[in-house]
């Protein structure tokens, strides 16, 4: 079983920036790929981001991709999501999720969620 713990999420100003945080508990995920999703009010969840076990590959949604960084630290057994000039239509809960799906943008592949981090950003 693995745990799932974002962080880092909060209320930013439109061009502001966020380092959002996925630790890990219960079990390693260095052995999982680490994705990221997101979801606004009144919408499905949005794929926004994937890496593979060692980092070595990623994919991010296109809607994103100039301005969000994924990446991972398996000593650390956490995955982040850097969110940079960030716009209103960036605010959302955003959920990290363990797979053993390389790649995956289908949240039906993910196995283990995390409760979520609001990011709210005012224009």
């Known amino acids: 079983q693995v745990q799932l713990v974002e962080t880092g999420g909060g209320l930013v100003q439109a061009g502001g920036s966020l380092r959002l945080s996925c630790a890990a508990s219960?079990?390693?995920?260095?052995?999982?790929?680490v994705g990221w999703f997101r979801q606004a009010p009144g919408k499905e969840h949005e794929f926004v981001a994937t890496?593979?076990?060692?980092?070595?590959?990623?994919r991010v949604a296109d809607s994103v991709m100039a301005r969000f960084t994924i990446s991972r630290d398996n000593a650390k057994n956490t995955a982040y999501l850097q969110l940079n000039n960030l716009k209103p239509e960036d605010t959302a809960v955003y959920y990290c999720?363990?797979?053993?799906?390389?790649?995956?943008?289908?949240?039906?592949?993910?196995?283990?969620w995390g409760q979520g981090t609001q990011v709210t950003v005012s224009s």
């Open positions: 999720a363990a797979s053993s799906k390389i790649g995956s943008v289908s949240r039906r592949e993910y196995d283990y």
């Open positions: 219960g079990r390693s995920v260095s052995n999982s790929a």
């Open positions: 890496i593979s076990r060692g980092g070595t590959f990623a």
